[in-house]
T-cell receptor, first 114, second 113 residues
Framework: AQSVAQPEDQVNVAEGNPLTVKCTYSVSGNPYLFWYVQYPNRGLQFLLKYITGDNLVKGSYGFEAEFNKSQTSFHLKKPSALVSDSALYFCAVRDLYNFNKFYFGSGTKLNVKP | KAGVTQTPRYLIKTRGQQVTLSCSPISGHRSVSWYQQTPGQGLQFLFEYFSETQRNKGNFPGRFSGRQFSNSRSEMNVSTLELGDSALYLC????????????FGPGTRLTVT
């Protein structure tokens, strides 16, 4: 069973508009959830994480993510997109009940057009 | 604080050869993980090391192996290279296991001809 899914290969938004990149997960117990961003020819950069507590977590570069336990989702959001946000975004989950393994989604390419 | 460093950054090998990639984690980080990234398969987990012990292993053949040294530096080795091994190999370190995020290096681009 896939532990984390990103249903959209690509998301297109206009600069200044809000953006959402979707992620759903499937692990036992309480998950540790993460978002990463990858720019061309670079490694992944950590954006934010949810461990426990407030369902809305804030991260780097104005990004935030909302944890929804009932929908098993952890969508990444930003109120106003920038062209420089264009990159590949990965959702990840640490499965504490499966030897602490990290599972990454397939990635979503975000295109922000001027 | 210096980030995760990987050497070499680029590598070209021929089929049948073997290769060793190196990763130096962020100072103080004890967990090191390796991933293979390809356009078709995305990001796939290879293995995780913590305190010089392999803690997790992904679904890769035995040609892929790794180790971690007492200073947390890690190496991965691929023997008998195949064309399909061409990929970006990413190393990531974290302070510890569990709730800690991983920090990624820039990767080693391996091309097998």
């Amino acid at each position: 069973a896939q532990s984390v899914a990103q249903p959209e290969d690509q998301v297109n938004v206009a600069e200044g508009n809000p953006l959402t990149v979707k992620c759903t997960y499937s692990v036992s117990g309480n998950p540790y959830l993460f978002w990463y961003v990858q720019y061309p020819n670079r490694g992944l950069q950590f954006l934010l994480k949810y461990i426990t507590g407030d369902n809305l977590v804030k991260g780097s570069y104005g990004f935030e993510a909302e944890f929804n336990k009932s929908q098993t989702s952890f969508h990444l959001k930003k109120p106003s997109a920038l062209v420089s946000d264009s990159a590949l975004y990965f959702c990840a989950v640490r499965d504490l009940y499966n030897f602490n393994k990290f599972y990454f989604g397939s990635g979503t390419k975000l295109n922000v057009k001027p | 604080k210096a980030g995760v460093t990987q050497t070499p950054r680029y590598l070209i090998k021929t089929r049948g050869q073997q290769v060793t990639l190196s990763c130096s984690p962020i100072s103080g980080h004890r967990s090191v993980s390796w991933y293979q990234q390809t356009p078709g398969q995305g990001l796939q987990f290879l293995f995780e090391y913590f305190s010089e012990t392999q803690r997790n292993k992904g679904n890769f053949p035995g040609r892929f192996s790794g180790r971690q040294f007492s200073n947390s530096r890690s190496e991965m080795n691929v023997s008998t290279l195949e064309l399909g091994d061409s990929a970006l190999y990413l190393c990531a370190s974290s302070l510890d296991r569990g709730a800690y995020e991983q920090y990624f290096g820039p990767g080693t681009r391996l091309t097998v001809t």
